[in-house]
């Protein structure tokens, strides 16, 4: 009898903590970046926005930081245009020197069918080719009974590659250097084999002593010819 009990009791003990585990899940919030990937132009600017999900529509308050690669990303602007917060206790701001963003707000939760939260809008600019990530390292969202429901942090990786332009210059640059080589060397080959080639002009004393000598010989036959005879 006493093990029959255990059973019965196991049962029950399994489905309530079941269920508890399923309404933890189920009303975790998370905070997360769209896109949380990507392949983005050296120097050209993109925006990251940052988004909460929050299963339970009683979310008062959020709070999170965000750091990223100060040598790799700087941070050119924050965006609060399409913001659901609807009063900031600490003003979004950020560090380029440091590489944070940080900001607390108050949600605008009167529709209560929201459970997707626009907060803010990063603009980055990227100065060094490579990957490079952001990441949300910080967060809390307050519900009205003052619990912490954050259930998840996100964070995004992206890959800085050059333009197809200065990619396409760089080979131009690389294919004019390269035909640089080609006509230096073949100047060099040319010149080498002209200097192997005989050189009439180092030879012209020895034309002219030749010539003069000849003229010579023909003038003194001349003259022998013509020289009356005793």
Same mark, same amino acid.
């Given at each position: 009898?006493?093990?029959?009990?255990k059973k019965?009791?196991l049962?029950?003990?399994?489905?309530?903590?079941g269920l508890?585990?399923c309404?933890?899940?189920q009303? /975790?919030?998370?905070i +997360?970046?769209?896109p949380?990937?990507?392949?983005y132009? *050296?120097?050209? #600017?993109? &925006?990251?926005?940052?988004?909460?999900?929050a299963?339970?529509?009683q979310?008062?308050?959020?709070s /999170?930081s965000?750091v +990223?690669?100060?040598?790799n990303l700087q941070?050119?602007s *924050?965006?609060? #245009?399409? &913001?659901?917060?609807k009063?900031w206790?600490v003003?979004?701001?950020y560090s380029?020197?440091k590489g944070?963003?940080?900001f607390i707000g108050?949600?605008?939760?009167e529709?209560q069918n929201?459970i997707?939260?626009?907060?803010l809008e990063?603009?980055f600019?990227p100065?060094?080719?490579?990957?490079t990530?952001v990441q949300?390292n910080?967060?809390?969202?307050?519900?009205?009974?003052?619990?912490n429901?954050?259930g998840?942090?996100?964070?995004?990786e992206?890959?800085?590659i050059?333009?197809?332009?200065?990619?396409?210059?760089?080979?131009?640059?690389?294919n004019?250097?390269e035909?640089k080589?080609?006509n230096k060397?073949d100047?060099?080959?040319?010149n080498?084999?002209?200097?192997?080639r005989?050189d009439?002009n180092a030879?012209?004393?020895?034309y002219v002593?030749l010539?003069?000598?000849?003229l010579i010989?023909?003038l003194v036959i001349?003259?022998?010819?013509n020289r009356?005879?005793?």
């Amino acid at each position: 009898m006493g093990e029959v009990r255990k059973k019965y009791l196991l049962i029950p003990s399994i489905l309530v903590f079941g269920l508890f585990y399923c309404l933890v899940v189920q009303a /975790a919030a998370t905070i +997360f970046l769209i896109p949380d990937q990507g392949e983005y132009v *050296l120097k050209s #600017n993109f &925006s990251v926005k940052v988004l909460l999900k929050a299963e339970e529509p009683q979310s008062t308050q959020v709070s /999170a930081s965000l750091v +990223f690669e100060p040598t790799n990303l700087q941070v050119v602007s *924050l965006n609060l #245009n399409n &913001s659901k917060i609807k009063k900031w206790l600490v003003e979004p701001s950020y560090s380029n020197a440091k590489g944070i963003i940080s900001f607390i707000g108050i949600l605008n939760n009167e529709n209560q069918n929201t459970i997707q939260y626009n907060l803010l809008e990063v603009t980055f600019k990227p100065i060094k080719l490579g990957k490079t990530s952001v990441q949300i390292n910080f967060g809390k969202v307050i519900d009205e009974q003052d619990y912490n429901t954050v259930g998840s942090l996100g964070s995004a990786e992206f890959n800085i590659i050059e333009s197809q332009a200065s990619t396409d210059s760089d080979n131009q640059a690389l294919n004019n250097n390269e035909i640089k080589q080609v006509n230096k060397s073949d100047i060099i080959e040319f010149n080498q084999s002209s200097s192997k080639r005989f050189d009439y002009n180092a030879f012209l004393p020895l034309y002219v002593a030749l010539f003069i000598l000849l003229l010579i010989i023909v003038l003194v036959i001349i003259f022998l010819q013509n020289r009356p005879i005793n």
